[in-house]
Each structure stands twice: as structure tokens, then as C-alpha cells.
């Protein structure tokens, strides 16, 4: 411990963080910053524990339960760029701001539920409360940071959101266990009125820069419409709605998932059409030609990926193709869970302070060795070294995560709405992606007749099942490494005020 003290004191890691903290605007945002994604993390990945439990309680199948989790996926993944830009006209903290009401009331309502219907109704209304929170964060971080300080300063909600994810997965546990479904949706509430207490003195820094933008921006909502359906759709097409099997090769899968991507594309060509020729485009298809802007989200996405692929695939893999119990995939997960506690703060502080050109490719290939060598090796060495394995996916996405969001941020100066809306946009869609593929590919991999075959060649199919899809993970990992290299991350050269107005102080806080 005196060895680790010295290094931290060396390294000088301490003061850099407090130089976030040197003035009350600043401290401010950093608190809200931390309740609100703590909230938003406590609203999404541990409420699908409840899926059970409520199909139980309202007397339904898990399928038509788990519409919670997917109508708030639905509508925070369609309207997170929306969010952004109507944080642009009206003000990033207002909207921010009525996002975590809104999450709140939501939350709340939804543990008084008294039918499926009406709880599937109020968590679409946290899927909002989700995206107006996360589409103006990333705005208000960079307005308040300067490109010198932003990679530190993501760090913060980073931490907060793993923190709510944790506190999730062990308390909702115990609720469901000992308590009620109820419970879950409720803890949101001490939460939501904290994050709403310290989110509140943020208002004063914008109500001038809400009022002199409000005037001047329109907002194509024609656009924004077409946008949210094609985002929705892709999401949809990802997702086992349909009858049978969750497979993405059965008769009944492949009845829904052609048509759903065909559908998709249709809108999407469509959308694109529609942005260009229109003289107030609600997605601006310019800001795109920023080459290292469009190549940060590229890894953005890649990244995300490689989350929801392992949030797929290793349960599958330890239950199927190992043949242990359910709780056994938690002991796999935990400690990925656990890194993100403290490495995206050294993350943050390493691309601030040396902004190193290999930081970042190197943390996604360590995500793809991870995936190598549990795809290749999981069948062949004692369980309790498949976590060990699974280490350097978990430090590379923790590691890469603060550093990337800033040089997302950084790369677009000029519009910070925009590269807010899309860092938040290329998450979700990263998301949807890495399910869709991970899935996909396994379900392709695996023979006909597995519910049918004996448990020991089941459980080595689903292994080189699991293989086939790692491997295009790793494939799609070193794509994302690749142009990592190339992306330039410029900083360390303190910029003024982009075109955005900077806020100011009203006067009356």
C-alpha cells in the first residue's frame, strides 16, 4: 500500500483531480453529472433482473414481460439525438434537468403499476427521462471542461454509472428475493430527488444562452420523426419478437428478422435522402465529412459492441456450453463490473495528461484477446481461470470509454450538440449491434437438432458456437483498433468558445 501511495503521489494523479473542482460551477456539474448517471444506470441493465418476477406476478409469459426492458431500450435508442438537439435550443441544463424528473416520476409510477400494460407505459416514459439525461450531459461536461480536462472529467459519471450498475445487480437481487418487484422501480425515487437537488443550480449557468438560442434554432421535426422510426426499427430488428424460438434461423425468426432489416434499410435510404435535400436537415450529414470526428464514433460503436457481446455470449457460454448454474455467470461478470470502479478515472487521467496515440487501440485489442482466448480456451482450462480470462476485455473498455467520449467531444468543437447526440446515438446502435451479431452468429453455428442431442455434444456445440462468434468479435475489435490509430486526438492546447454560446452566470443564482 506504501508503494501504491508513492506511485499515486509521483504520478501526481491526486491534484490533477482537483484542478476539476477549482470553482462552484465546476463542482456543481461534476455532482450532478455523477446522480443523474448513477440513476440512469439503476434504470436500465439491473431492472431486466425483474423480468421474472413480473411475468410471474401479473400471471403472463417472461416474453410478454420483458416489453419493460425493450419499449425503454426503444425509446431512449430512437429519441437520445432528438434529446440533444432540443438541449440545443431550449438549453442543455433544462433539458438535462427534466430528464431526471421525468426518469423519477416514471421510476416511481411504474412500482404503482397495476396492470403489465401500465408498467410497459411508464417505463417508456424512463426511456425518455434516459435520453433527455444522457443526449445533454455530454454537452454540459464539455461546455464546463475545457479539451484539456474533458477525459478526466468523463471519468466521473463513468464511475458513477458502474457504481449504479453494482448497486443494482446486488440490491435488486435482495428486493426481488426477500421484498417485491415494486422495490426496484422505487429505489429510483431517493435517487431521482437527489439528482434532481444537485442538478437544479446547473439551470443558472444557461437560462441566457436558452434564451438567445431558442429564437435561432429550428428543428425539423418531420426529420426527427422519420429518424426515431428508422433508429426504432433497427433496434426492433435486432430484438426476438416474433413467435418460436429466440433464434435468428428458425422459420419463425427468419419470417421477421429479413423483413425488419430490409424495412430498416428501406427508411434509412430514405432518411438520408430526406436529410440532404432539405435546407433545415434535423441530422446535419456535413458534420460527418470530420473525418476524425466520424472515426471516433466508429470505435465508439465497436466498442459498445464488444459490451453487449460479452453481455450476450457469456452466459450462454457458461450455462450451455460449460453446463454451470445461472449464478455462476455473475462470479464470470463481477469483476469486469468491478474494474469499472476506478480504471475509466485512470483512463481519463492518462489520455488528459499524455494523450498517448496507442492508449486507445491498444485497450480495444485487449478486448479482442479477451474474446480469443475465451473462445478458444474456456472448454480447455478450470472455470475459475475464465473470469482471469475475461480480465482484459474489462480493463481495454474501461480503459478506452472516458478517453474515447473525449476525443469525441474534441474533435467537433464546433458543435457539441451534435457530437453529444451521436457519441450517445453510436452507443445505443453499438448496442443493438453487438446483440444482434453475437446471436446471430451462434444461432447460425449451431446445429438443428441441439434441444435434441445429448448434454455433452450440446455443450460442445454451443462452445464452437461461441468460438465462431467471438471471432467476429475479435475481427470487428481489430477493425476498431485499426482506425484508432489513424484517428488524430488533438488536445492539450486550451481552445475558447466554439460557436456554441459558452454559458454564463444569470444573475439570478
Not at 81 to 95: D, I, N, Q, V
Not at 260 to 269: D, E, H, K, R
Request: hydrophobic share 55%.
Amino acid at each position: 500500500m506504501a508503494l501504491l501511495g508513492t506511485m499515486v503521489r509521483r504520478l501526481n494523479v491526486v491534484s490533477t483531480f482537483r484542478e476539476l473542482g477549482t470553482d462552484k460551477q465546476r463542482r456543481e456539474t461534476m455532482v450532478a453529472l455523477a446522480f443523474t448517471q448513477l440513476l440512469v444506470q439503476l434504470s436500465s441493465i439491473p431492472i431486466a433482473l425483474t423480468i421474472p418476477s413480473v411475468a410471474r406476478y401479473f400471471d403472463v409469459d417472461v416474453a410478454q414481460a420483458a416489453w419493460l426492458v425493450i419499449v425503454r431500450l426503444l425509446v431512449l435508442g430512437s429519441t437520445v439525438f432528438l434529446a440533444a438537439r432540443l438541449g440545443e435550443k431550449y438549453g442543455h441544463a433544462r433539458m438535462y434537468l427534466l430528464g431526471a424528473v421525468i426518469l423519477c416520476l416514471g421510476s416511481t409510477l411504474a412500482s404503482t403499476s397495476s396492470t403489465l400494460n401500465q408498467l410497459i407505459f411508464w417505463s417508456g416514459l424512463v426511456g425518455i427521462g434516459g435520453a433527455l439525461i444522457t443526449a445533454n450531459s455530454n454537452a454540459i461536461l464539455a461546455m464546463v471542461f475545457d479539451n484539456t480536462e474533458r477525459g478526466r472529467a468523463f471519468s466521473v459519471p463513468a464511475v458513477a454509472a458502474r457504481l449504479g450498475g453494482l448497486i443494482g445487480l446486488v440490491a435488486f437481487g435482495l428486493f426481488l428475493q426477500f421484498v417485491s418487484w415494486r422495490l426496484v422501480f422505487l429505489t429510483s425515487l431517493p435517487i431521482g430527488l437527489l439528482a434532481i437537488r444537485y442538478s437544479y443550480p446547473l439551470l443558472k449557468y444557461q437560462v441566457q444562452q436558452a434564451a438567445a438560442n431558442a429564437s435561432k434554432i429550428n428543428i425539423n421535426y418531420m426529420g426527427a420523426a422519420l429518424m426515431a422510426v428508422t433508429l426504432g426499427t433497427f433496434i426492433l430488428s435486432g430484438l426476438h419478437i416474433h413467435e418460436g424460438a429466440e433464434s435468428f434461423v428458425s422459420p419463425e425468426a427468419l419470417s421477421y428478422h429479413i423483413p425488419m432489416n430490409l424495412l430498416f434499410l428501406a427508411l434509412l435510404a430514405l432518411f438520408i435522402v430526406v436529410q440532404q435535400r432539405s435546407r433545415e436537415p434535423f441530422l446535419d450529414l456535413r458534420y460527418f465529412k470530420h473525418k476524425y470526428f466520424s472515426m471516433a464514433l466508429f470505435t465508439n460503436t465497436t466498442a459498445h459492441l464488444s459490451m453487449l457481446a460479452v453481455t450476450t455470449l457469456i452466459p450462454i457460454m457458461v450455462e450451455d456450453g460449460l453446463g454451470q448454474i445461472p449464478l455462476m455467470v455473475t462470479v464470470v461478470l463481477f469483476p469486469n463490473q468491478f474494474l469499472g470502479l476506478f480504471l475509466p478515472t485512470l483512463g481519463g487521467w492518462m489520455y488528459d495528461r499524455y494523450n498517448p496515440r496507442w492508449f486507445r487501440p491498444a485497450s480495444l485489442a485487449l478486448i479482442a484477446i479477451a474474446f480469443l482466448m475465451v473462445g478458444f480456451l474456456a472448454g480447455d482450462v478450470p472455470f475459475w481461470v475464465l473470469p482471469i480470462m475475461l480480465l482484459p476485455a474489462g480493463i481495454g473498455f474501461n480503459l478506452f470509454s472516458t478517453a474515447n467520449n473525449a476525443v469525441v467531444m474534441n474533435a467537433l468543437e464546433e458543435s457539441r450538440t451534435f457530437a453529444s447526440g451521436m457519441l450517445e446515438t453510436t452507443r445505443q446502435m453499438g448496442h443493438t449491434i453487438g446483440t444482434t451479431i453475437s446471436a446471430t452468429v451462434l444461432g447460425l453455428a449451431l446445429p438443428v437438432a441441439i434441444n435434441v442431442m445429448p448434454v455433452f455434444e450440446a455443450q460442445a456445440a454451443y462452445r464452437q458456437g461461441f468460438q465462431y462468434s467471438a471471432l467476429v468479435v475479435v475481427w470487428i475489435m481489430a477493425a476498431g483498433a485499426f482506425v484508432a490509430i489513424f484517428t488524430k486526438t488533438s488536445h492539450g492546447v486550451r481552445q475558447g468558445p466554439s460557436r456554441e454560446p459558452v454559458p454564463q452566470p444569470s444573475g439570478d443564482g
